[in-house]
């Protein structure tokens, strides 16, 4: 561990024994009304999308209510205009911008304040207790931390349900809860949104000299955003070159993508395959747009949990590669999918390219017996 990360942990620890001293907390339930509800769901994209169905069910049994949520630059754009939430706040992990944020949000005096974040964190817990003294604070997995909130929800470990069936217990007691039901993120995003996706699409489609009203386009993300997620670059061109053979004549194209730290792999798989059906997707920096843009496709192949959250919501088909512990938490939810799991839980590498054909053509096989 480098040496500046000790101290910050260090630190951490002395401040929350000083805070444990003098912050006094009345153990209670929680109860309505909830007339201004805060949540707290600071992290990524994936992390936004998941809790998606708690706000939505939140502002389906509150309509009247003022819902507000704390965010990150990272996953605001998720929620930035969405119908379930009123205001959304941005922060970091600067303490000077948080000590900002409790002064100007502590005069809301909200009568609920949920953290949606299912891992210990102090600083969390600090935004919690200090912006609402007086609020009914809510949390699960903070038991480092229990004492910024009026009410702990024990739930179930985080291997035996989906992360957005604990997101939904934790809220049980203010929204109704049936998880028969589907259990889908729902995103809605203005026209401009939708307008920018939908010439995507058919930019894609010329490309591809497809018509719009049948064509089968499979997307692949070649990358995950962290090394730990990232299938190699040769298994991908391995998988990609047998799957476009076997299913040349069900699907019509294939897109391929990447981080955009590195847009120009794509179009070096693209030149390797040599197939007039693949073209790579050109830059789009705004993920919203290509959020909307899985609308379109047939069949998303992707490593990244950012996107197989992503095509849950908008229900897109998917193939997800993923480590086998983070499965039963993380993965995809209530719509068609196939996972490939790997047995390293801190690498991809290891996954064969012929488990993830034969995957893929399970998928395929679905969707086939859905038409």
Not at 118 to 145: E, H
Not at 279 to 286: C, F, M, N
Not at 316 to 338: I, R
Request: glycine share 4%; charged share 20%.
């Amino acid at each position: 561990m480098i040496i500046g990360k000790k101290i910050e942990l260090l630190l951490k620890k002395v401040l929350s024994f000083l805070i444990r001293i003098f912050f006094k907390v009345q153990i209670r339930p929680p109860s309505p009304p909830y007339n201004r509800i805060l949540f707290i769901r600071f992290d990524v994209l994936g992390d936004m999308i998941i809790s998606l169905p708690v706000l939505r069910a939140s502002r389906m049994n509150q309509p009247d209510s003022q819902i507000e949520i704390i965010c990150s630059f990272r996953n605001n754009s998720v929620v930035q205009h969405s119908d379930y939430v009123n205001n959304t706040y941005i922060t970091t992990k600067n303490p000077f911008r948080n000590i900002l944020l409790i002064f100007r949000l502590r005069r809301k005096n909200y009568d609920l304040i949920v953290n949606l974040v299912t891992r210990p964190s102090l600083t969390y817990g600090i935004l919690a207790g200090f912006i609402g003294p007086n609020s009914v604070r809510v949390a699960s997995d903070q038991k480092a931390y229990e004492y910024f909130y009026t009410h702990i929800v024990n739930l179930p470990p985080k291997s035996e349900i989906h992360i957005t069936q604990r997101l939904l217990l934790l809220c049980s007691f203010l929204i109704d809860i049936n998880f028969n039901a589907r259990l889908q993120p729902w995103v809605t995003f203005g026209n401009d949104i939708k307008g920018k996706a939908k010439e995507l699409y058919k930019w894609i489609l010329n490309q591809l000299r497809l018509k719009p009203d049948s064509a089968k386009i499979v997307a692949v993300n070649l990358s995950a955003g962290l090394i730990r997620r990232d299938w190699t670059f040769e298994k991908f061109l391995g998988f990609l070159k047998t799957a476009i053979v076997k299913h040349k004549d069900e699907i019509d194209g294939w897109v391929i993508f990447t981080n955009p730290a590195n847009p120009s792999e794509s179009g070096k798989m693209v030149d390797l395959i040599g197939n007039d059906k693949v073209i790579s997707l050109p830059e789009v920096k705004d993920f919203k747009i290509l959020f909307e843009f899985l609308h379109h496709l047939y069949a998303l192949v992707t490593p990244d949990t950012s996107f197989m959250h992503a095509a849950s919501a908008t229900n897109t088909p998917e193939l997800g590669l993923m480590a086998e512990v983070k499965v039963p938490e993380w993965g995809p939810l209530s719509h068609p999918h196939t996972v490939v799991m790997s047995k390293d839980p801190f690498s991809l590498k290891g996954i064969p390219v012929k488990d993830v054909v034969e995957s893929f053509d399970k998928l395929i096989e679905k969707l086939r017996q859905s038409e």
